[in-house]
């Protein structure tokens, strides 16, 4: 549906889609954001945790906690999640007029104590448990850090739970 702003009036279109002219159209005055964790964590030189396996980390643990989704499931749709990032989504983040890394230093500390069991408990049968087996070895390098100091308006709290955000 077309829409169409009087004086002074702003619209926010939030979602993976909304760089894409095909979606959402395209507005010379409109200011894009790409906002997604990407950073790898790396050690020295040494890659210690990837960009992508912080974002399977954050969905898998949404997904168990508040979309009653095994982590088994989560690791099914993964593969066509990455296909839809890189059809639908990449050839249209650089049109984004500020790119923002939401990644958290801690983060990977703070979401061992909730991704490490889940990802343990993957039966071994799981046709992605190489995968499952890289993360959770990834994991060793981090020191688990207490949710309970995860301030309670943190990105984190999405995915976590304990936030102060409240979604009707």
């Not at 702003?10 to 894009?32: K, Q, V, W």
């Not at 104590?113 to 981090?142: D, G, H, K, M, S």
């Amino acid at each position: 549906t077309p829409l169409r702003l009087k004086k002074n009036e702003i619209a926010i279109f939030e979602g993976i889609h909304a760089l894409n002219d095909d979606c959402a159209g395209r507005n010379p005055a409109a200011t894009c954001l790409y906002i997604s964790a990407r950073s790898d964590v790396l050690e020295g030189e040494d890659l210690r945790f990837k960009g992508t396996w912080m974002r399977l980390t954050r969905r898998a643990v949404r997904d168990y906690n508040f979309r009653g989704t095994g982590v088994g499931e989560t690791m099914d749709m993964w593969a066509n999640v990455r296909r839809g990032e890189k059809l639908y989504i990449s050839p249209y983040k650089n049109r984004a007029d500020i790119i923002f890394d939401s990644s958290l230093p801690y983060e990977v500390s703070v979401m061992k104590n909730y991704a490490l069991p889940l990802l343990q408990a993957v039966p071994e049968e799981n046709v992605r448990r190489a995968e499952l087996l890289e993360l959770i070895e990834a994991f060793q390098y981090f020191e688990p850090i207490d949710p309970e100091l995860v301030d309670k308006d943190s990105l984190l709290r999405e995915f976590i739970g304990g936030g102060s955000y409240h979604y009707s």
